[in-house]
């Protein structure tokens, strides 16, 4: 059946499974979408989203029948790149097809589906993620449109509803954790060292100024420490200063999520004293060693503790935000249907401009350029448009209704046309994404937040 191409994605968040799982499966994960485009699947294009909760990808394949192959073909490349069985993974990925991948990812963006409702960084990791696919050259048009729209509907929100007037953030959340848990709740007089260099330490620096904190530290197991303070401030440290970076420490932030993780045993062999720590976990795949928090003097925040202490927002908020996603998400899968109905428009218009085309030049060749054969020319024509406009109609409203392929169908069987719904080219075969509809500013704009998995 003819119809506009499908879209597939499979999740695994915060919302289905335990962040543990989710962390297994986002390892090493970040280069599937490549890999799953040079196998022989039938995916077309892939987006990969990975969070501090989530690790989602986003597919294109031609038509619905391909779907189970093109699951089947990403859940063996995670399988190969993370060591974990595909029975595991399997389980964990929760499939969606078509106008249920663009609530989802619209719902993503808006915050709607974050464990801190609302929450900012992940419209600029949405947008990060789009980046990182065109610059792969991994994004097909139809994935860029998605993935465009999703950025546009979070503004909508942000701009429409109180969801984002308090800035709530998973960061925001941890720091709030820490001055409640902290005997002196004044940030300008603490020891704070900062693990990473990616988004969310940026972040975290950004949130420590607006709190007056000045004697922050930045530690960076890559060795990218001194360009980061060097644009945002603060003290850049090595192997050889952190040990005693870290026994005047009153508050470290893990923001890395690299393979450089600080054990209870480095903490516990440090000169501290009795001198109390509060320990923010916001890496997904940890920072810190789990048993830090049963040290004595320790305290241990994680994105466990940030989901459980996030405040809930007003229903009314988030009732009016969840309209906004829907009714964006049904305005952008009708787009998606017209494209179909346009493309069998097209090739009806043509295929009934062929007929009249050859029909005119007869009566030209029988009574030359004289007013009777202008007048019968002129019938034809205007014959022809009264024929189109009933079709074109019900082009549009089989369309609407999502049965375009229905329409499509019908043309071929009477006609014996066939009709080519325009697609972006697929990335298997052109290497970088010939679509990318951004703009030069907007495209510089679209550095957006990081994802928490970016190693520092």
């Given at each position: 059946m003819g119809g506009t191409v499908v879209l597939l994605s499979l999740v695994a968040s915060h919302s289905d499974i335990d962040l543990e799982t989710v962390a297994k499966i986002s390892a090493d994960a970040s280069q599937v979408a490549s890999v799953v485009l040079a196998s022989a699947s039938p995916v077309a294009g892939a987006i990969t989203l990975a969070t501090c909760n989530r690790y989602e990808i986003y597919c294109e394949v031609p038509q619905s029948e391909d779907v189970p192959a093109a699951r089947s073909e990403v859940i063996t490349q995670i399988a190969a790149s993370t060591g974990l069985s595909e029975a595991t993974i399997s389980t964990a990925l929760v499939s969606k097809t078509e106008t249920e991948v663009i609530e989802h990812l619209f719902s993503v963006g808006a915050g709607l589906d974050s464990a801190v409702i609302g929450?900012?960084?992940?419209?600029?990791?949405?947008?990060?993620?789009?980046?990182?696919?065109?610059?792969?050259?991994?994004?097909?048009?139809?994935?860029?449109?998605?993935?465009?729209?999703?950025?546009?509907?979070a503004k909508d929100v942000g701009s429409r509803t109180s969801l984002g007037s308090r800035g709530l953030s998973v960061v925001s959340v941890a720091l709030d954790l820490a001055t409640d848990l902290s005997r002196e709740p004044d940030w300008g007089s603490k020891n704070i060292v900062i693990f990473g260099t990616g988004a969310y330490a940026g972040a975290t620096m950004s949130l420590l100024r607006e709190r007056a904190a000045h004697n922050v530290s930045?530690?960076?197991?890559?060795?990218?420490?001194?360009?980061?303070?060097?644009?945002?401030?603060?003290?850049?440290?090595?192997?050889?200063?952190?040990?005693?970076?870290?026994?005047?420490?009153?508050?470290?932030?893990?923001?890395?999520?690299?393979?450089?993780?600080?054990?209870?045993?480095?903490?516990?062999?440090?000169?501290?004293?009795?001198?109390p720590l509060i320990a923010i976990d916001l890496a997904l795949t940890h920072d810190f060693d789990p048993e830090l928090g049963s040290l004595a003097n320790v305290e241990l925040i994680n994105l466990e503790s940030v989901r459980m202490a996030a405040p809930e927002e007003q229903a009314q908020?988030?009732?009016?935000?969840?309209?906004?996603?829907?009714?964006?998400?049904e305005a952008f899968a009708a787009e998606q249907r017209e494209r179909a109905a346009?493309?069998?428009?097209?090739?009806?218009?043509?295929?009934?401009?062929?007929?009249?085309?050859?029909?005119?030049?007869?009566?030209?060749?029988?009574?030359?350029?004289t007013a009777a054969a202008e007048e019968v020319e002129f019938a034809m024509r205007r014959m022809m448009r009264q024929l189109l406009h009933v079709p074109t109609v019900r082009a549009r409203e089989l369309a609407?209704?999502?049965?375009?392929?229905?329409?499509?169908?019908?043309l071929e069987t009477l006609y014996g046309l066939e009709v080519e719904v325009p697609v972006a080219p697929s990335m298997k075969k052109s290497g970088t994404c010939p679509v990318t509809g951004i703009q030069g500013t907007e495209a510089g704009n679209l550095a957006g937040a990081d994802s928490i998995q970016q190693a520092g």
């Open positions: 929450e900012r960084e992940i419209a600029g990791q949405v947008r990060r993620a789009l980046n990182e696919a065109q610059a792969a050259g991994t994004a097909t048009g139809s994935l860029v449109r998605l993935f465009q729209a999703a950025s546009r509907t930045v530690f960076s197991a890559s060795g990218r420490s001194e360009a980061f303070v060097a644009t945002r401030g603060g003290t850049a440290l090595d192997e050889s200063t952190l040990e005693a970076a870290l026994e005047a420490a009153d508050v470290i932030i893990g923001c890395s999520g690299s393979d450089h993780r600080l054990m209870a045993a480095d903490i516990a062999s440090l000169d501290r004293g009795s001198r908020s988030l009732r009016q935000a969840r309209g906004i996603v829907l009714d964006a998400a346009d493309a069998a428009i097209v090739a009806l218009r043509r295929h009934t401009q062929k007929v009249l085309e050859a029909e005119v030049e007869k009566v030209r060749a029988q009574h030359g350029c609407a209704a999502g049965r375009a392929g229905d329409y499509i169908d019908a």
